[in-house]
């Protein structure tokens, strides 16, 4: 089974509008992190943002928040006021923190956004 | 935050041919290093993990002879595609561990093309 599912291959914005990119996980372990990166076409991974299992709130970056639904296994990145730089591929990772498993990351497929002038 | 290199950014090498590549955490030690491989328009695909001073543990699928990791200091790991073939052209991504707050950081990644 898949530990990180991203049901969105692509996604389309209009600049200066918000966006949602959809992210549900996977894990009986109580202690995890989830992360979102974003991949531009240089290939490079640069982090946004991060949430703990056990964070109350849902965590912000700048124009990056993250939905966080525990119940539900769901880590939404919203992005607001979409900028054109922010067209890239966006992968959401998650990190489990026992078991062993040398806090490796697990990744999703991603989102291709593209973001429309 | 955190600097990582990877050398080469790019190569290209013909078939039968083997390529080391060089992952250096420049200003922090790393005592767990991660070997990603990506496919285009694919998601990273972890190949392997390995601890400073120790072997390597290879996930599922990927062949330790082929793909050898070296991890010999806190600061360096080498991954050698060692007789490459055209179907392991790819991106390949190191990410090391930082030892002082396990955070994980990336490298610029090295696109293998194999003629």
């Known amino acids: 089974a898949q530990k990180i599912t991203q049901t969105q291959p692509g996604m389309f914005v209009q600049e200066k509008e918000a966006v949602t990119l959809d992210c549900t996980y996977d894990t009986s372990d109580p202690s995890y992190g989830l992360f979102w990166y974003k991949q531009p076409s240089s290939g490079e991974m640069i982090f946004l943002i991060y949430q703990g299992s056990y964070d109350q709130q849902n965590a912000t970056e700048g124009r990056y928040s993250l939905n966080f639904q525990k119940a539900r296994k769901s880590a939404n990145l919203v992005i607001s006021a979409s900028q054109l730089g922010d067209s890239a591929m966006y992968f959401c990772?998650?990190?489990?923190?026992?078991?062993?498993?040398?806090?490796?990351?697990?990744f999703g497929k991603g989102t291709l956004l593209t973001v429309n002038p | 935050g955190a600097v990582v290199s990877q050398h080469p950014s790019r190569v290209i090498c013909k078939s039968g041919t083997s390529v080391k590549i060089e992952c250096r955490s420049l200003d922090f030690q790393a005592t767990t290093m991660f070997w990603y491989r990506q496919f285009p328009k694919k998601s990273l695909m972890l190949m392997a993990t390995s601890n400073e001073g120790s072997k390597a543990t290879y996930e599922q699928g990927v062949e330790k002879d082929k793909f050898l990791i070296n991890h010999a200091s806190l600061t360096l790991s080498t991954l050698t595609v060692t007789s490459a073939h055209p179907e392991d052209s790819s991106f390949y991504i190191c990410?090391?561990?930082?030892?002082?707050?396990?955070?994980?950081?990336f490298g610029p990644g090295t696109r293998l093309t194999v003629t």
């Open positions: 990410s090391p561990c930082r030892a002082d707050n396990n955070e994980q950081y």
């Open positions: 990772a998650m990190r489990e923190f026992s078991g062993g498993s040398n806090y490796k990351l697990t």
